[in-house]
């Protein structure tokens, strides 16, 4: 059984930082990724890493401040948010599949995490 388990969410003030983890077990070397759903909006895409960690894709809104890498050995990715705002805030989950449109796009992806919850306090 494959599960992702996110963790380091929290509350951080305007401008700071937090990295976020997910743990993948049960499976390696998947194409993996976050997206995030803020208060009564959509689930949007937010990063993307592919299975060598040689490839990366952002969502426009965290260009230049958030990084995702990964740790192949420890079957875990990261999710590494500075400068963050207001409306960065949202829960964040990890999602991971063997074909990388898939975590760009949200759609058809074999797994989920259950999600960590970001608030930034202005």
């Known amino acids: 059984q494959v599960q992702l388990v996110e963790s380091g969410g929290g509350l951080v003030q305007a401008g700071g930082s937090l990295r976020l983890s997910c743990a993948v077990s049960g499976r390696s070397l998947l194409h993996m990724g976050w997206f995030r759903q803020a208060p009564g909006k959509e689930r949007e895409f937010v990063a993307a890493?592919?299975?060598?960690?040689?490839?990366?894709v952002y969502a426009d809104p965290v260009k230049g401040r958030f990084t995702i890498s990964r740790d192949n050995a420890k079957n875990t990715v990261y999710l590494q948010m500075n400068s963050l705002k207001p409306e960065d805030t949202a829960v964040y989950y990890c999602?991971?599949?063997?074909?990388?449109?898939?975590?760009?796009?949200?759609?058809?992806?074999?797994?989920w995490g259950k999600g960590t919850l970001v608030t930034v306090s202005s």
């Open positions: 890493i592919n299975k060598s960690g040689g490839s990366t």
């Open positions: 999602l991971a599949d063997n074909i990388l449109p898939h975590i760009v796009t949200g759609s058809q992806v074999d797994y």
